[in-house]
Each structure stands twice: as C-alpha cells, then as structure tokens.
RNA sequence: GCGCCCUUCGUCUAUCGGUUAGGACGGCAGCCUUUCACGUUGCAAAGACGGGUUCGAUUCCCGUAGGGCGCGCCA
C-alpha cells in the first residue's frame, strides 16, 4: 500500500515554524517511500479562519519548496460528511446528543477549576432519555467513550502510549450549530482522503488516543501515528514571537534561502549519523521515521545562519544573482536597492559576487556589503573610511591613477601587479595603499578583496571615485 | 490538580550494554591575509540527581528534580 501523509494547518494565521516543519517530514516522509503528501486546510473554525491565512500558508509552503499532491482540501466544505458520520455514530449507540448549552459548560468547568478539580463532562446525557430534554436547547453530539480500561496508540515515535480511558470525557463531535469539531473532521478527512501516515507535532499526541475513540466507534483502520516533538525557543520555553514563532515569511525577509531552512528544520529532532550539509535529494533519501528523535529541540539562530551562509557560499553566482534579485523586494531596503541596480550595476555586482558572498550570511547581508556597487559619486564615506583618508593616504591615491590608466588588462590580478610594482616604488606597504583605497572606492574600511572591488567596478568608475578623495 | 511525554557539551545531535562519549553550530587560540570575511589547524566543553539490574551502564528498570504538551461547542 502507497504512503499517504497530509499537512493540515487551521488557516488562522501565518505558516509558523513548527508547522514548517512538520510539513517538511511529511514531506520527505512521502517522498522517501515514493507516496504522496495531501494538504488539507483545517477551516471548521469560522471565526478565526481567513483566506489570508490560507493564502499565507500556501505561499509559506511554496517558497519552503514544499509541494502537495492534488488541490487542498477544505475541511468546511465537507461539513455536510463530518454530520452524516455524527449522525450514524448516533444511530449505532456510539454517540449521543447532550443538552447543555456552552455557558452551563463553562460555569461547570469554571466551578471545576475552582475546586481544583480535573473539569471533565461527566457524560450527564449519556444514559439520560432525549424526551428529558429541555425545550429550545440545540443540542451537541458526544462521543461515547469507554469508561474504563486505556486506550493506547502505538506510535511510530512515542512508541506505546497509554491513556486512562477514565480520563478521557466524551468528548462534542458535532457542534449545537450542526458543525462538525476538530476531532470529528479530522478522523473523517483523514480516512476518507486515505490518510495512512499521521506525522503531526506531539501537542497532538493525547488528541490521538481521543481519535483512536472515533476510529474504532467507525469500525476504520487507525493509520500510523507519529507525534514529533515540538521545537522550543532558544530558552527552552515554548516558541513565540519573542524568538521565533514568526511566519516563514518572516525567515524569507531575514534573507534565508529555502535549502537552508529546510536543511536546518530537517535537523530538529531529525538526523542521520552525523550529517549536517544535506541536500534535498539526501535528505529525501535519508528521511525516516525511525531517525525522528523523542525530545523538543531548541531553536538556534546561529546554526541556521551558519547553514544559510554555506547555501550562499555554494549557490553559483549567476543564480545566486537571481535569487537574490528575486528576493530583494521581500527584504527590507531591499526594494530601494532594486531600484538603483541599473543594468549596468547589475554586471558590477555580478563581478563582485565571488567576493561578496564569502562574506554573507545572510542575502540581506549580502545586499549591504554591496551597497559600494549601487551608490552614486561622490561616495558617502563612513567615520572609519574618513580616518583613513588622512592626507598622506590622499597623495598616494593621487599617484595611483596613472598607475591604473596604464593597466592593460583591467581584471583582478594585472590590477595587483601593478598596485605592487606601485608600493615597492613608493617603498609602503600594501596595507597603506589598500586600506585608503577601500575607503575611496566603497565608503567603508572593510569590503571584500581590494583589487576584485577595482575589477567589479570598473577602470573608469574606479579613477573617477578615486579622483573624488585623492590629492590634487 | 489530573494524564501523557522528555532529560548526552551553551545549542542541535551520534551512540542502539564494553568508545580516550563522536560530529556540527557557537566560544577560545594559531595559521592565512590589503580590511572584513572565507578557509584551515588546534583547544575547552556533556551523560540532571538517587537507587537498582548486570562482570560492566549514557544505554535497561524504578524514584526524585526540572522542562514540555494536553485537559474547549479552538485546532
């Protein structure tokens, strides 16, 4: 029989990161054994669900790379099905409608609390005649739950896990409004759209004995469960927007690169041996269940930076080019950016890019580093460039630009013989040439190698911002 | 409160009873060097605690502590 897994994110917000992940080993999990991954849009909350949500989420997962099989279903538009299995669940004895409204609920469980004991619905209706039932009240539908024993799911990471059925109440599969809950729909879509792998984070993982419950009311086959561990802030409390409950979207406007995110979310709670650099293709051939560890994993900036830098590093420059002026109008600054990379900056920032990009962790570092390439003469110098253009530093500038009309070949290394012919006459140093330099040509005291920055930009480019600081 | 889950360097992890407990990120130091990086070499850094089981426990069992998740007519 062919995997199936599916990724089912409630649209009330954006792709955060755990769900990332999630959709990641789903992924891989269906690519590894050649099945398939099915999205399904969890919208039975109408209140909070939105189609910009929805939206959000399918941007989040395209960019991450991570593709679905068929359209994505919506849980909503199956309502009609979720009551059909309500109501037969009913007809078997294996539910019963209960006639509290929710504020007689939330009294009950606020008195509970209160109490200090476990808020549970006692199963008042469960035996109780529906003609006791009060007048006017639209009434839920529960779950029969076995009253005694344990339910146990067997899952693929957990392994065996065991609930006290006296602690699971029965549960509201159908709303008073005739819609179905979260528990209900997802055991119908699931078997209906031939679910045979749950990977889902372990938040879920006391929600499977609860599914078990409706599975075996059903008479269905229970596909394999396996409950990842969440992913944690870097303080080991639970991820928020203080460190890194942001969308995807947001990891795209730090300037990740979609392999390193990937390949840095493979790694939580995933591994193979000592792998660290995988490519899609390995990870896809490596990803199993079983490599899938049991504790939450800390989420690290650092590593994820140091990963994306190597993505940069390794990215050939022409496409890294692409990449980075495809994603330019998601960064910040980096529409301003685009709009002064004129065709011909372009080829200087192509020239650059070997230089550039050992430097960059990030693309947005990448784009700061080269804002030399895109600023206009005269270049605003910043206070360490200004210190070094003392007037010593000047006067020599000034005697380098016959030094560079006369360079025949205007590439990196003919640039260099000539600059050391030029500081074994003057008898200084490189460093006292090329750190004035820098500050002329780029603005700042540190840029990437000096003589591919006078090749990036140009002889004529070069003698014109050098005759903007140099003595007269 | 009740239930369930987790616990190896600061972080992510390897180890599937016998290892000098390995790798990666980060840190520190050296090298490279025109700056900053990159690269490279080396160093420091871990089995939460207490009991068992065993010839031998990081590994198996129990307890304690700490952390997480769940306990909605949310998903």
């Known amino acids: 029989m062919s995997v199936v897994t599916r990724f089912a994110p409630s649209p009330t917000g954006f792709l955060h990161i755990g769900g990332a992940r999630t959709a990641l080993f789903n992924w891989l999990y269906a690519r590894h054994t050649g099945g398939k991954m099915l999205l399904r849009i969890e919208d039975t909350d109408r209140e909070r669900s939105t189609d910009a949500a929805v939206a959000a989420i399918l941007d989040g997962l395209t ?10 279903v919506h849980q909503f538009a199956r309502a009609a099905r979720h009551r059909e299995v309500a109501e037969e669940l009913v007809a078997r004895g294996k539910a019963y409608r209960a006639y509290e409204t929710a504020d007689e609920l939330n009294d009950m469980r606020a008195k509970a609390r209160a109490e200090g004991r476990f808020a549970r619905y006692e199963g008042t209706w469960r035996d109780r005649d529906p003609s006791e039932a009060p007048p ?19 899952d693929r990471v957990q392994g065996r896990v065991a609930f006290p059925n006296k602690d699971l109440d029965d549960f509201v599969i159908l709303r008073s409004d005739g819609t179905p809950t979260y528990m209900l729909a997802v055991v119908v879509d699931d078997h209906d ?22 599975y075996e009311a059903m008479g269905w086959e229970v596909p394999v469960m396996a409950h990842v561990p969440l992913i944690h802030g870097p303080d080991g409390a639970k991820l928020s927007k203080r460190h890194g409950a942001m969308g995807v979207d947001a990891y795209r406007a730090m300037g990740y690169l979609p392999e390193a995110l990937r390949n840095y979310l493979a790694r939580l709670s995933w591994s193979h041996g000592d792998a660290e650099i995988m490519s899609t293709e390995e990870m896809v051939e490596w990803f199993d269940i079983d490599g899938i560890g049991r504790s939450a994993a800390r989420f690290d900036f650092q590593k994820l930076e140091s990963l ?34 004129t065709p011909e900056k372009r080829g200087r ?42 007037p010593a530093a000047r006067s020599l500038l000034a005697g380098l630009v016959p030094v560079f009309q006369a360079v025949e070949d205007w590439q990196a290394p003919a640039i260099e013989a000539a600059v050391k012919a030029f500081t074994g006459e003057r008898a200084v140093k490189l460093g006292q040439i090329a750190q004035p330099l820098r500050a002329a040509l780029t603005g700042h005291a540190t840029s990437p190698g000096i003589f591919e920055v006078l090749a990036a930009l140009g002889r004529e480019e070069s003698l014109a911002r050098i005759a903007d600081q140099a003595a007269s």
């Open 308 to 341: 994306n830098g190597h993505y940069i590093k390794a990215m050939p420059d022409e496409r890294l080019l692409e990449t980075l002026t495809a994603a330019l109008p998601h960064l910040p600054g980096g529409n301003e950016f685009l709009a002064r990379l």
């Open 193 to 214: 759209m031939g679910v045979t792998h749950v990977i889902r984070g372990d938040d879920h993982l006391t929600n499977g004995g609860r599914q078990k419950i409706l």
């Open 349 to 390: 920032l192509r020239l650059a890019l070997p230089g550039l990009k050992d430097r960059a962790r990030t693309l947005n570092d990448l784009f700061a580093r080269a804002d030399f390439i895109v600023a206009d003469r005269p270049l605003a110098l910043d206070a360490a460039a200004s210190a070094l253009l003392d």
């Open 63 to 72: 960019w991450l790379g991570l593709t679905w099989e068929g359209e994505p």
């Open 136 to 154: 006017g009240v639209a009434p839920t539908i529960r779950i029969k739950s076995p009253l005694s024993g344990e339910t146990v799911i067997d």
